[in-house]
Antibody, heavy 116, light 110 residues
């Protein structure tokens, strides 16, 4: 069955760019929306943004100036870049597949800590 | 874009029913029939329990049901079981095709 797996550095320095990749296995990246969602330790979920398989994107207005989500269909992957990070960006980052307007398939999540 | 409002905690005894509410605005919950609910056990990824206000994904127990009235959506769990103890999050489609989550509700099964 389709599975999602996040990968990337677990530690990022303040002011640098956080970069994560989500690999989709067992199925095609086509015909779906692909999202990034994060969860600071002990806190709730925050939607970061999504990319459609066509390449169109939409971002959380509060993060829009710092976020880029991209797609690599040849590798069945999509990626997140978040620039100028601070300690407030420390969180578990999840990638997810949207079925309509709901995330019906999630990766296991990866903890990214922002610290010098 | 403000987070949807959920009670911080709710509790119930095994076999009972509980309802978790999620309040938004006409720009999200009240404006679209695209409310979803997620269950999250500690240390695990969220799991979709309800989508499009009241639809259940394949494999989700019919003890879980969703509804909406105006700007408030609700998740009802009937016949509470120990394994239902988890955090529950609502989410809604919002204006400009964005998404917004609620702050989460911790369900304790007594």
């Amino acid at each position: 069955q389709v599975q999602l797996q996040e990968s990337g550095p677990g530690l990022v320095k303040p002011s640098e760019t956080l970069s994560l990749t989500c690999t989709v296995s067992g199925g095609s990246i086509s015909n779906y929306y692909w999202s990034w969602i994060r969860q600071p330790p002990g806190k709730g979920l925050e939607w970061i943004g999504y990319i459609y398989y066509s390449g169109s994107t939409n971002y959380n207005p509060s993060l829009k100036s710092r976020v880029t989500i991209s797609l690599d269909t040849s590798k069945n992957q999509f990626s997140l870049k978040l620039s100028s990070v601070t300690a407030a960006d420390t969180a578990v980052y999840y990638c997810a597949r949207d079925g309509g307007a709901a995330a019906n398939l999630w990766g296991q999540g990866t903890l990214v800590t922002v610290s010098s | 874009q403000s987070a949807l409002t959920q009670a911080a905690s709710v509790s119930g005894s095994p076999g009972q029913s509980i309802t978790i509410s999620c309040t938004g605005t006409s720009s999200d919950v009240g404006g679209y029939n695209y409310v979803s609910w997620y269950q999250q056990h500690p240390g695990k990824a969220p799991k979709l329990m309800i989508y499009d206000v009241s639809k259940r994904p394949s494999g989700v127990s019919n003890r879980f049901s969703g509804s909406k009235s105006g700007n408030t959506a609700s998740l009802t769990i009937s016949g509470l079981q120990a394994d239902d103890e988890a955090d529950y999050y609502c989410s809604s489609y919002a204006s400009s095709s964005t998404r917004v989550f609620g702050g989460g509700t911790k369900l304790t099964v007594l």
